[in-house]
Nanobody
Framework: QVQLVESGGGLVQAGGSLRLSCAAS????????MGWFRQAPGKEREFVAT????????LYADSVKGRFTISRDNAKNAVFLQMNNLKPEDTAAYYC????????????????WGQGTQVTVSS
């Protein structure tokens, strides 16, 4: 069982930045591929970014490419999402996810999910 706890969300003006963190409770963190997803009210959960367990490969949704950066620190059992140049359409609850050998943009591939952290971008 892996517990994931997100933090770092908040209210920011358009053009601003936030850095989300996700702390994992497993000693085997380096074996998990990690992803970030988001869900806005009335919409389905959508893929944001994923990072390979090695940290050497990343994948982004087109909507965030060039603005968001996913990274991880396997020594600290944590994954991060640096979000720059935020837009009102980035407003959503952001979820961290973990899975073994997934490295996928498909939410169903991931085994463990955090509770989410809210990001609100005002115009």
């Amino acid at each position: 069982q892996v517990q994931l706890v997100e933090s770092g969300g908040g209210l920011v003006q358009a053009g601003g930045s936030l850095r989300l963190s996700c702390a994992a409770s497993t000693r085997a963190f380096s074996g998990y591929d990690m992803g970030w997803f988001r869900q806005a009210p009335g919409k389905e959960r959508e893929f944001v970014a994923t990072i390979h367990r090695s940290g050497g490969r990343t994948l982004y949704a087109d909507s965030v490419k060039g603005r968001f950066t996913i990274s991880r620190d396997n020594a600290k059992n944590a994954v991060f999402l640096q979000m720059n140049n935020l837009k009102p359409e980035d407003t959503a609850a952001y979820y961290c996810a973990a899975g073994l050998s997934v490295y996928s943009n498909y939410a169903g591939s991931y085994d463990y999910w955090g509770q989410g952290t809210q990001v609100t971008v005002s115009s």
